[in-house]
């Protein structure tokens, strides 16, 4: 495990690449859009403090068990991620993290 330090306000892509960190794999770290949330290939998954999702796919990636883009992530407190392991291009779906296939 890393600890990186962060300032408020600090978009997380920027941060993780800052510190030598990519949320990208071999492929993706030049095949990107830069951070502008149209690829989905900077996906991560946030297992403390996760903030609310506001950029589109952040949201069905919240109902369905996805990825957050790190592109799309302003760090406001502690947080706990995790890079994706297994992703090619983009990371695959975890059912346990899925709300919207979640009874009760």
Partial sequence: ????????GDNLRETLLAHGVSPYTSVTR???CG????CATCGVW???AAPAPEHWHDR???D?????LSCQITVETDMTIRLVEDKV???GRDAQR???????
């Fill in 1 to 8: 495990m890393q600890k990186i330090e962060v300032n408020s």
């Fill in 30 to 32: 030049r095949l990107n």
């Fill in 35 to 38: 951070g502008r949330g149209l």
């Fill in 46 to 48: 946030i297992d403390e």
């Fill in 60 to 62: 069905l990636a919240a």
């Fill in 64 to 68: 369905f068990g996805y990825p957050r």
């Fill in 89 to 91: 291009i983009w990371g």
């Fill in 98 to 104: 899925a709300r919207y296939f979640r009874s009760g």
